[in-house]
């Protein structure tokens, strides 16, 4: 099989601001296609790098291509598309206006054009609000209509920076969708995100930046333990429980009653409910939880600082 | 170049949507009536004070006030015209990257020469018809009702017309280059440096100071907006006047000789090397 093009790749990539350096040395491959979490606390470097992925900010050394081919490409620019994380638009324009300005500034013809602005409009839910000018709508109107003008030439690559950052929960699932969609379309999608638990729902791959660094990266099945951990919670606590218990999995903490317990597998949640029943216990709550994306970038982020 | 006259047309409905032009034609119109009603009134009162005492409409007099007129009137057209050049281009850049647009923009596949060509020409073919309507009106208006013109309107409004584009260009490479409030200050100060230079060249020609005519000349040639009006004002005013002027000498508001060639080719030159300046500072900045 023949190693398809990345749609990202940077080496080294590396950007300094009058002797601070806000981006220290960044490498970091996504496949096309894929759906990529770019992850790091305030000031990691997260925005300053996918600006020098849109050409907005110079690289200080280091190499980066999208597509193959290099950052200042017309032709790759006209196949990508762009959330900004402070969407601050043309306000005095109409939603449709300013879809139009955008659609021509991509190269787009007219009659291309008159098809796909309602397509993205309903796609953002704006339709039928297109005539009105953007100064009136609401923050999260906003950024439906800068996301409708991400994806309007229908991009091979879309940088969301916080896309979901004034949007209720609503407009919070219908954005998942939306990502949902791109990808079913074979769009690679970078998303830069504080919403952890949003990106472990759409993210195929995660990088962890901090310090201007890649700490981590890989697959979320690969990062996040594969230990299965549990909460157990019981009348009380008996001995022969204790020692029932003992043989399925280790009791990695107690409380009272209360027990965190460390399982092998899945398959062992029934085993442990009946070792309370055959020990006369009476069992309140059983409650599997993985390691959750915020617990590693939690770790990673403070191992970093100290 | 499609890109360069998509952002030019984008400067211009923008100037429509935020009713700067309506504004700015409504008190053209209003600065314009004023202008002729004045006109009016003075051919008037010559003739009422020629017929009170039984004469003649006196020529010279007549004629000497029309050409006054009309200069005041292009001195303030020509001053309207500067101001316009530098206001309505202060935010033409630096409102996008303070408002955080550009980054809506720049993304796009547009080189960043075409977005900075696009607002030059978008705001100089909003100020460049104006400042010809509003001369237009004036002279034309006034000699719709004194019958006077101008010997040589059209070449004092091309040299007026350059000096709004060396203005306006200014503008601009300000605007890449700093933030709103900034530009709009700095070119004000520059504009006035210009002015300023210009009636420090004057009283050096009226006291036969070299030191100070030399001033007002390297002024003229850092900040050419007075030195221009100084040359399009010679168009405007009849012989006979002229050669008072120049023998009174040092009138700091208006010139008796024609520029020279040379001087209005640096101008020319000195404006293109601005504009690449602009382009040139707006590539390498970082947003």
Same mark, same amino acid.
């Not at chain 1, 023949?2 to 601001?17: D, G, S």
């Not at chain 2, 260009?169 to 709103?180: D, R």
């Given at each position: 099989?023949? =190693?398809?093009?990345?749609?990202?790749?940077?080496?080294?990539?590396?950007?300094?601001?009058?002797?601070r350096?806000?981006?220290?040395?960044?490498? @970091?491959?996504?496949?096309?296609? &894929?759906?990529?979490?770019?992850?790091?606390?305030?000031?990691?470097?997260k925005?300053t790098?996918?600006?020098?992925?849109?050409?907005?900010?110079?690289?200080?050394?280091?190499?980066?291509?999208?597509?193959?081919?290099?950052?200042?490409?017309?032709?790759?620019?006209?196949?990508m598309?762009?959330?900004?994380?402070?969407?601050?638009?043309?306000?005095?324009?109409? /939603?449709?206006?300013?879809?139009?300005?955008?659609?021509?500034?991509?190269?787009?013809?007219?009659?291309?054009?008159?098809?796909?602005?309602?397509?993205?409009?309903?796609l953002?839910?704006?339709?039928?609000?297109?005539?009105?000018?953007?100064? *009136?709508?609401?923050? /999260?109107?906003?950024?439906?209509?800068?996301?409708?003008?991400?994806?309007?030439?229908?991009?091979?690559?879309?940088?969301?920076?916080?896309?979901t950052?004034?949007?209720?929960?609503?407009?919070?699932?219908?954005?998942?969708?939306?990502?949902?969609?791109?990808? &079913?379309?074979?769009?690679?999608?970078?998303l830069?995100?504080?919403?952890?638990?949003?990106?472990?729902?759409?993210?195929?791959?995660?990088?962890?930046?901090?310090?201007?660094?890649?700490?981590?990266?890989?697959?979320?099945?690969?990062?996040?333990?594969?230990? @299965?951990?549990?909460?157990?919670?019981?009348?009380?606590?008996?001995?022969?429980?204790?020692?029932?218990?003992?043989?399925?999995?280790?009791?990695?903490?107690q409380?009272?009653?209360?027990?965190?317990?460390?399982?092998p597998?899945?398959?062992?949640?029934p085993?442990?409910?009946? !070792?309370?029943?055959?020990?006369?216990?009476?069992?309140?709550?059983?409650?599997?939880? %993985?390691?959750?994306?915020?617990?590693?970038?939690?770790?990673?982020?403070?191992?970093?600082?100290? | 170049?499609?890109?360069? +006259?998509?952002?030019?047309?984008?400067?211009?409905?923008?100037?429509?949507? %935020?009713?700067?032009?309506v504004?700015?034609?409504?008190? =053209?119109?209003v600065?314009?009536?004023?202008?002729?009603?004045?006109?009016? !009134?003075?051919?008037?009162?010559?003739?009422?004070?020629?017929?009170?005492?039984?004469?003649?409409?006196?020529?010279?007099?007549?004629?000497?006030?029309n050409?006054?007129?009309?200069?005041?009137?292009?001195y303030?057209?020509n001053?309207?015209g500067?101001?316009?050049?530098?206001?309505?281009?202060?935010?033409?850049?630096?409102?996008?990257?303070?408002?955080?647009?550009?980054?809506?923009?720049?993304?796009?596949?547009?080189? %960043?020469?075409?977005?900075?060509?696009?607002?030059?020409?978008?705001? @100089?073919?909003?100020?460049?018809?104006?400042?010809?309507?509003?001369?237009?009106?004036?002279?034309?208006?006034?000699?719709?009702?004194?019958?006077?013109?101008?010997?040589?309107?059209?070449?004092?409004?091309?040299?007026?017309?350059l000096?709004?584009?060396?203005l306006l260009?200014?503008?601009?490479?300000?605007?890449?280059?700093?933030?709103?409030l900034?530009?709009?200050?700095?070119?004000?100060?520059?504009?006035?440096?210009?002015?300023? *230079?210009?009636?420090?060249?004057?009283?050096?020609?009226?006291?036969?100071?070299?030191? +100070?005519?030399?001033?007002?000349?390297?002024?003229?040639?850092?900040?050419?907006?007075?030195?221009?009006?100084?040359?399009?004002?010679?168009y405007?005013?009849?012989?006979?006047?002229?050669?008072?002027?120049?023998?009174?000498?040092?009138?700091?508001?208006?010139?008796?000789?024609?520029?020279?060639?040379g001087?209005?080719?640096?101008?020319?030159?000195?404006?293109?090397?601005?504009?690449?300046?602009?382009?040139?500072?707006?590539?390498?900045?970082?947003?």
């Open positions: 099989m023949p =190693t398809p093009i990345p749609a990202i790749q940077t080496q080294h990539l590396r950007k300094v601001f009058r002797g350096p806000a981006v220290e040395d960044l490498s @970091l491959e996504v496949a096309q296609g &894929e759906v990529f979490g770019f992850l790091g606390p305030n000031g990691a470097g925005s790098t996918v600006k020098m992925l849109l050409g907005l900010t110079h690289p200080t050394s280091g190499r980066a291509q999208i597509l193959g081919q290099p950052l200042d490409s017309l032709g790759i620019k006209r196949q598309g762009f959330l900004p994380e402070l969407f601050r638009f043309h306000d005095w324009m109409t /939603g449709r206006e300013f879809l139009r300005f955008h659609g021509q500034l991509y190269g787009m013809e007219s009659a291309d054009l008159e098809r796909r602005i309602p397509e993205v409009l309903g953002v839910g704006l339709l039928g609000r297109e005539q009105e000018r953007i100064k *009136g709508y609401s923050k /999260g109107m906003q950024q439906r209509i800068g996301l409708a003008q991400a994806i309007l030439n229908r991009p091979r690559l879309v940088f969301l920076d916080e896309p950052s004034a949007l209720d929960p609503i407009g919070r699932r219908e954005v998942r969708e939306i990502i949902g969609h791109l990808k &079913e379309q074979g769009t690679t999608v970078f830069n995100s504080h919403l952890l638990s949003e990106v472990e729902l759409t993210c195929d791959r995660v990088a962890i930046v901090n310090r201007g660094r890649v700490v981590k990266s890989g697959t979320l099945e690969a990062l996040l333990n594969p230990k @299965l951990e549990a909460d157990l919670r019981v009348d009380k606590v008996i001995p022969a429980l204790q020692s029932a218990l003992s043989a399925i999995a280790r009791i990695t903490e409380n009272g009653e209360r027990l965190t317990l460390e399982l597998a899945e398959d062992a949640l085993a442990v409910a009946e !070792a309370v029943i055959r020990a006369g216990g009476k069992l309140y709550a059983l409650t599997p939880r %993985r390691e959750s994306l915020e617990d590693l970038f939690v770790t990673l982020v403070e191992k970093g600082a100290s | 170049m499609r890109k360069v +006259l998509l952002v030019a047309r984008f400067a211009w409905r923008e100037a429509v949507a %935020r009713r700067l032009v504004a700015i034609l409504l008190l =053209t119109l600065f314009v009536g004023f202008y002729l009603y004045g006109t009016n !009134a003075l051919l008037h009162s010559f003739q009422r004070r020629a017929s009170a005492l039984g004469r003649e409409l006196p020529g010279q007099s007549l004629l000497f006030a050409a006054t007129l009309v200069l005041m009137g292009m303030i057209a001053f309207l500067s101001l316009m050049a530098i206001f309505t281009t202060i935010a033409a850049v630096s409102g996008e990257v303070d408002s955080g647009t550009i980054q809506s923009v720049l993304p796009k596949p547009i080189r %960043r020469w075409e977005f900075v060509l696009g607002k030059w020409l978008g705001h @100089l073919s909003l100020v460049l018809p104006y400042m010809v309507l509003l001369s237009l009106a004036l002279m034309y208006g006034a000699q719709a009702i004194t019958g006077y013109l101008p010997p040589q309107p059209w070449n004092a409004v091309a040299l007026m017309l000096s709004a584009t060396f260009t200014l503008t601009l490479l300000g605007s890449t280059l700093l933030s709103t900034t530009t709009g200050v700095v070119l004000f100060m520059l504009y006035s440096l210009g002015w300023a *230079g210009g009636i420090v060249g004057s009283v050096g020609a009226l006291t036969g100071s070299l030191t +100070l005519k030399r001033i007002g000349e390297i002024s003229s040639y850092i900040i050419p907006s007075d030195m221009l009006w100084r040359g399009a004002s010679v405007l005013q009849p012989e006979a006047l002229r050669q008072i002027q120049n023998v009174a000498r040092g009138n700091p508001f208006v010139g008796t000789e024609p520029l020279a060639t001087y209005v080719l640096w101008v020319g030159v000195y404006s293109v090397l601005v504009l690449l300046l602009a382009l040139w500072v707006f590539r390498q900045r970082d947003f």
